[in-house]
C-alpha cells in the first residue's frame, strides 16, 4: 500500500478541519461558475457552509493544543 502522507479528513486536527472547510467554502462561494445552474451552486455553498460552522463549533470545542 502506497501512502502519500497527505493528510486526509480522519488525521486532520479540529484547527486542520476548520482550516480546509474555510478553503472548502470559499472555494465553492467563489466557484458559481463551475455549477450547470444556480440551485446547484446553492445547495453546494449550502452544504459548505455547514460544514464551516460544525468544523468551527469542534474547534471551538476541543482542549488548545500545546504551543512548540
Not at 450547470?36 to 446553492?42: F, I, K, L, P, V
Not at 452544504?47 to 468551527?56: E, F, I, S, Y
Amino acid at each position: 500500500m502506497v501512502s502519500s502522507e497527505v493528510p486526509t479528513r480522519r488525521h486532520l486536527s479540529p484547527e486542520g478541519e476548520l482550516e480546509r472547510a474555510m478553503a472548502d467554502y470559499l472555494r465553492v462561494s467563489r466557484g458559481a461558475h463551475l455549477y450547470a445552474s444556480g440551485d446547484e451552486h446553492q445547495r453546494a455553498e449550502e452544504a459548505a457552509w455547514t460544514r464551516l460552522v460544525t468544523a468551527r463549533d469542534l474547534a471551538e470545542a476541543a482542549p488548545a493544543s500545546p504551543s512548540a
